[in-house]
């Protein structure tokens, strides 16, 4: 039986990963809110800034974003800020963006969703 558990992420490591097309990317992005693409070739990555009240606010959220992260394998580059957090995704082993980079982005944006 497969497991419930908020912490499983074996699922999400076994689903191959490639790289999307340019035109796959630009799809996507449109379909998600403040969600950038930046950088070029192996630097490439999708981004957004997430603004807070306060650090309690932006370090609540940076904790909440991990474990998303550790659900799926996926872990973004963060800048940390006052009231700030920018977030990057993008996928080392196909030196590209993969739809695991957009699944997490629509994720990151879930957790504020509710609030
Ligand atoms: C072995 C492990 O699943 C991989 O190294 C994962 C870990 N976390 C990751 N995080 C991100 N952002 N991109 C990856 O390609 C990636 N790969």
């Given at each position: ?60 959220f940076v904790n ?52």
């Open positions: 039986m497969p497991s419930t558990s908020m912490l499983s992420f074996k699922d999400w490591k076994s689903t191959p990963r490639r790289a999307l097309s340019a035109t796959e990317i630009v799809g996507a992005l449109a379909r998600l809110d403040g969600w950038k693409l930046t950088g070029n070739d192996a630097d490439v990555a999708i981004e957004k800034t997430y603004t807070f009240a306060n650090y309690f606010e932006t370090i609540a909440a974003l991990a474990l998303v992260a550790h659900r799926f394998d996926h872990h973004p580059d963060l800048s940390v800020h006052y009231n700030r957090c920018v977030v990057r995704f993008n996928t080392h082993d196909v030196s590209g963006i993969s739809q695991t980079d957009l699944d997490c982005a629509a994720q990151a944006d879930a957790l504020l969703a509710a609030v």
